[in-house]
């Protein structure tokens, strides 16, 4: 081999090697990039199974009675009458703690089916996300809010009103012990909310979802006293009769949410199904617009805000349930 080859050849390894050193840094930059991405998913899924299970030590009570209607719808305890449903073998005042037989005197009672999304606990990092997703199919829910000073819930109150959506309270704190020690103490959290989302929003909410039902078993306070004080200031509760699942203690599939808060509506006429505005309801986020798009491929079937026209859904006697 002559000295040039020879030459030519160390270029062609120097070449190769140059390569390699500039191409190899970019491989394992860009296989880390992959592996970092990864992992971050499955510890974002790790903490959103963390984060529910301490919320399962904080939920007892809403968990409580949304438990007990699934397993009723789900053991088929349920035929099909006039306005509504009727939960086989309960009396009168058990049927009213599913607030069954509801229907609603507005303008759209001419529909089978009139269903109504309603998010609790919000503001949260997920509502715009939520308003995102509700703008994008035309459609309207009702949001029962907690008391939240930061910006982005204080932006996250307008832009509910702003775009058409209903505001409703769901108690200031949300701390039971303290929402619930008294009737004093819940008017003065329920005086708290109303003004203060009137000075953000120029609304005065008309509309209450207590934290819990007003089935939970919590209140110090006789829950008929507190109907009644919301009654004075001419303030509607509302409860629920259909449930997404999204409040058990525990992680829940986005398919479970959809197949949970889709799967009755054909058995109610006015259908109030209960989601979470929440840090950790990641799934349902993930879930709604299926959900959307399964209601409103359903015939005679339409979403609505809460308004005053609606005939509410109320737990009204829990105590008469047989547990």
């Known amino acids: 081999m002559s000295e040039r080859e020879k030459e030519v050849l160390r270029v062609k390894i120097f ?40 919320r399962s030590r904080l939920i007892r009570d809403e968990e409580t009675y949304e438990t007990l209607l699934s397993a009723e719808l789900g053991k088929g305890n349920v035929s099909t009458m006039p306005g509504g449903a009727r939960i086989n073998g309960l009396t009168e005042s058990q049927e009213k703690v599913l ?47 907690v008391g939240k000073e930061d910006v982005d819930s204080k932006n996250a109150y307008r832009r509910i009103v702003d775009e058409g959506h209903t505001l409703g309270m769901h108690s200031y704190t949300h701390k039971y012990s303290e929402l619930y020690a008294s009737k004093e103490s819940f008017i003065e959290d329920f005086e708290k909310l109303q003004d203060y989302l009137y000075d953000l929003t120029g609304v005065e909410s008309r509309y209450y979802r207590f934290p819990g039902g007003s089935s939970n078993t919590v209140s110090q306070v006789n829950m008929s006293e507190l109907e009644e004080f919301l009654d004075s200031r001419g303030v509607t509760f509302y409860d629920w009769n259909i449930v997404s699942g999204d409040a058990a203690g525990r992680w829940i599939s986005s398919e ?28 349902t ?39």
Not at 256 to 270: F, L, Q, S
Request: proline share 3%; aromatic share 10%; glycine share 4%.
């Open 15 to 54: 070449i190769a090697i140059m390569v390699i050193l500039i191409l190899l840094p970019t491989i394992v930059c860009i296989f880390m990039l992959i592996r970092l991405q990864t992992l971050s998913k499955q510890i974002e899924d790790i903490q959103l199974k963390a984060d529910y299970s301490k």
């Open 99 to 145: 607030g069954v037989n509801t229907y609603d005197s507005g303008d759209y009672a001419e529909y089978s089916h009139l269903v109504y999304l309603t998010f609790d606990d919000g503001p949260s990092r997920y509502t715009d996300d939520i308003l995102d997703i509700l703008n994008q199919y035309g459609v309207k829910a009702t949001f029962f809010v």
């Open 256 to 283: 479970a949410i959809v197949k949970n808060a889709t799967k009755d509506i054909e058995g109610w006429h006015t259908c109030v199904i209960l989601f979470h505005d929440a840090a950790d309801k990641r799934t």
């Open 285 to 323: 986020v993930d879930a709604l617009p299926e959900i959307i798009e399964k209601i409103q491929d359903m015939d005679d079937t339409i979403i609505l805000p809460i308004t005053e026209s609606t005939v509410p859904v109320q737990h009204i006697n829990a105590n008469s349930f047989n547990r």
